[in-house]
Each structure stands twice: as C-alpha cells, then as structure tokens.
C-alpha cells in the first residue's frame, strides 16, 4: 500500500469478488496495526484492528493477516461491494506509545466495479 | 452510533489569521485527538490529550499550536498565525481504553 506523492495505488475489482489490500509497515517496534476506510470527504472509518501476538483477525466480511516477520499487514474484504469503494489506510503504533499516536500509511484506493 | 463532530467543516482564513477548530469528541471518551491530512497525503499525529493535559505531540505541533477542553464536551485547536502550508484537513479523534479511534469528518482549513 505505499505510494509516491499524490498518485495512491488502486486496486480495481469486480463486485462480489474478494479483494486483498497489502501494507507494508515501518517499525519492527509496532505492536497494534488498524485499518481504516476513507470515503471522500470524510474522516478515516475504523475497519478492524489487531494486535501483535495474533496473526490473524476476522470480522464482518473483513479479515486482517499478520506477517510480522515481513512487517507486512493485509486486508482481505470479501464479496466486495461498491460501497466498499474509498481509500484503505493502514496504521500502526509503536509499542510503548500513546495507543492513539498512529503512523498512517500512504492508502491505497479501492474502486468497484459493478 | 455516538460520533466525533467537528465545526466548520470548511475554513477558509487568511495568512497570518488565528484559527479555532471545534470538536465534540464521542462523549464517555478520555483521549482526545488531533490529526491532519494534507491533500493527497497521509495523515498525520499532532497531537494527544488525555487528563487536561498534553500527553504527547509531534514535530509539527510548534509553537503556533495549542489545544484545549474549555468545558466538558467541547476539544479545540487554535492555530496563532495560519500559514500557508497549515492548510490541510484537520481530524479530531478521540478514544476510551483500549477502544480504536475514531475521527470525525474533518474541517477542510484553507489559507489564502
């Protein structure tokens, strides 16, 4: 999920298929990671979090991957939706921290498609 | 669902002006939040709140920031001499426990 300036990755998918969004983190010192969902014009949406002793986490439709040997993070959204369309940040705070104080990625943009 | 509200949603000031940015943080919540997004960046931590007081902040947080929780409800940030470069969407956030954060929709600051 990492980006140049102004130009977010998008990733574009058929309604109902499944999408996977990746984000790569920063800090092997992390140990909460938080994805939010971000429509235009409007704050970032809280989708799911986990902590760093699990590798895994499911909610409803969502479900987030741990790969904290990689530093890698990912965001599995199923039978997506075209309200699932926005931009898809991933966070993470650096244990020892303020739980609040998070380190945003760059976002990757969803579109889809009906 | 209770929500974080902010006022206005857009502000638009001149270079030099003081600004007040307005949140309602969720209402059982303790730790309060301010974030900002330049445009077509990602966000980014200002600062946080928690007990009256400032608990933590940011390189960006200089001098020309304050915050404060004049009453029970409301959080603010000030913005002493705008600039142009503070133009940015401004994100209220607040929190209790270990609950995530949740942001409010924003106010777009504009500095002419």
């Known amino acids: 999920g990492e980006s140049v300036g102004l130009h977010l990755p998008t990733l574009s998918v058929q309604e109902g298929d499944n999408s996977i969004i990746n984000c790569a983190y920063s800090?092997?010192?992390?140990?909460?990671f938080i994805w939010y969902k971000q429509e235009s014009g409007k704050g970032p949406q809280f989708i799911i979090d986990?902590?760093?002793?699990?590798d895994k986490r499911q909610g409803q439709r969502v479900t987030v991957l741990l790969n904290k040997t990689v530093k890698h993070l990912s965001l599995q959204i199923a039978a997506t939706q075209p309200g699932d369309s926005a931009v898809y940040f991933c966070?993470?705070?650096?244990?020892?921290?303020?739980?609040?104080?998070?380190?945003f990625g760059k976002g990757t943009k969803l579109s889809v498609k009906p | 669902e209770p929500e974080v509200t902010q006022t206005p949603s857009h502000q638009v000031t001149q270079m030099g002006q003081e600004v007040i940015l307005r949140c309602v943080p969720i209402s059982n919540h303790l730790y309060f939040y301010w974030y900002r997004q330049i445009l077509g960046q990602k966000v980014e931590f200002l600062v946080s709140?928690?007990?009256?007081?400032?608990?933590?902040k940011s390189e960006i947080f200089d001098d020309q920031f304050s915050v404060e929780r004049p009453d029970g409800s409301n959080f603010t940030l000030k913005i002493r001499s705008t600039k142009l470069e503070d133009s940015a969407m401004y994100f209220c956030?607040?929190?209790?426990?270990?609950?995530?954060?949740?942001f409010g929709n924003g106010t777009r600051l504009t500095v002419t």
């Open positions: 956030a607040s929190r209790v426990g270990n609950s995530p954060l949740h």
């Open positions: 709140f928690y007990n009256n007081e400032i608990s933590e």
């Open positions: 800090n092997s010192a992390s140990d909460y």
């Open positions: 966070a993470e705070n650096i244990k020892g921290g303020s739980q609040g104080n998070l380190i």
């Open positions: 986990i902590r760093s002793n699990m």
